[in-house]
T-cell receptor, first 115, second 114 residues
C-alpha cells in the first residue's frame, strides 16, 4: 500500500509568479485535501476535492485553485504569489465518508518559499 | 465559534518523565478528535483519535488521550517519554456538519532532554 506522495519537496518562487504543487493519493483513497502550514502554525484547510470537483473550501482567496484527476491525484495551483504564501503545503487523502473512522493520510509536504 | 486551542507552545521534559499536552476546543456541535505528530521536515502522522465510546483512547508509541466533554478537552499523555518523542504535536478536530475538514491547533513542541 503506497502512501501519499507530494512533489516537489522544495520550491523557491518569486513574488507574482505562479506555482503548481502535485499530490498522489494513497491507493484506494478518492478524496484529497490541501492544507497550508505557515512557520510555527498549525495546518490550515485550503480545500478538498472529490470526484474531480471542489467539495469544501477554507478561507483562502480564489488565486488558490486545484484539480483532481480521474486517478484521484491532485494539483494545487497558486497564482500571483505573495510573500505570505511561503509555507509547507500538505496534501492529505482519505476515503469519502470514512475520514473520521480511518483518518487522513498526509504526505510529507512541499516547502514553498516566495522571495 | 468553533476553535481548537493548544495552551502550551513548548513543553520541555526529561527523558523517562511523564508528560501531558493540553488541547481544548470550542464547539456547539459534536466533534471527532485527533492527535497528530510531526517530526522535522515530515508530514503529519496520526497518533490516536476519538470518535465515540470509551473516553480513554490509546494510540501508537505509548500515547493515550482522554476526552472530557464537560471540559471540552482532549489532553494527550505519555507516562514515560523518550528522546525520540521530540517533535511537534497537533490536536485536530472535525466539527460534524463541517464537511470532514480538520481544524488544527497551533501545535505544541515537545522537547525531551537527557
Amino acid at each position: 500500500e503506497t502512501g501519499v506522495t507530494q512533489s516537489p519537496t522544495h520550491l523557491i518562487k518569486t513574488r507574482g509568479q505562479q506555482v503548481t504543487l502535485r499530490c498522489s493519493s494513497q491507493s484506494g483513497h478518492n478524496t484529497v485535501s490541501w492544507y497550508q502550514q505557515a512557520l510555527g502554525q498549525g495546518p490550515q484547510f485550503i480545500f478538498q476535492y472529490y470526484r474531480e470537483e471542489e467539495n469544501g473550501r477554507g478561507n483562502f482567496p480564489p488565486r488558490f485553485s486545484g484539480l483532481q484527476f480521474p486517478n484521484y491525484s491532485s494539483e494545487l495551483n497558486v497564482n500571483a504569489l505573495e510573500l505570505d504564501d511561503s509555507a509547507l503545503y500538505l496534501c492529505a487523502s482519505s476515503l469519502t465518508g470514512q475520514a473520521p473512522n480511518y483518518g487522513y493520510t498526509f504526505g510529507s509536504g512541499t516547502r514553498l518559499t516566495v522571495v | 465559534a468553533q476553535s481548537v486551542t493548544q495552551l502550551d507552545s513548548q513543553v520541555p521534559v526529561f527523558e523517562e518523565a511523564p508528560v501531558e499536552l493540553r488541547c481544548n476546543y470550542s464547539s456547539s456541535v459534536s466533534v471527532y478528535l485527533f492527535w497528530y505528530v510531526q517530526y522535522p521536515n515530515q508530514g503529519l502522522q496520526l497518533l490516536l483519535k476519538y470518535l465515540s465510546g470509551s473516553t480513554l483512547v490509546k494510540g501508537i508509541n505509548g500515547f493515550e488521550a482522554e476526552f472530557n466533554k464537560s471540559q471540552t478537552s482532549f489532553h494527550l499523555r505519555k507516562p514515560s517519554v523518550h528522546i525520540s518523542d521530540t517533535a511537534e504535536y497537533f490536536c485536530a478536530v472535525i466539527f460534524t456538519g463541517g464537511g470532514n475538514k480538520l481544524t488544527f491547533g497551533t501545535g505544541t513542541q515537545l522537547k525531551v532532554e537527557l
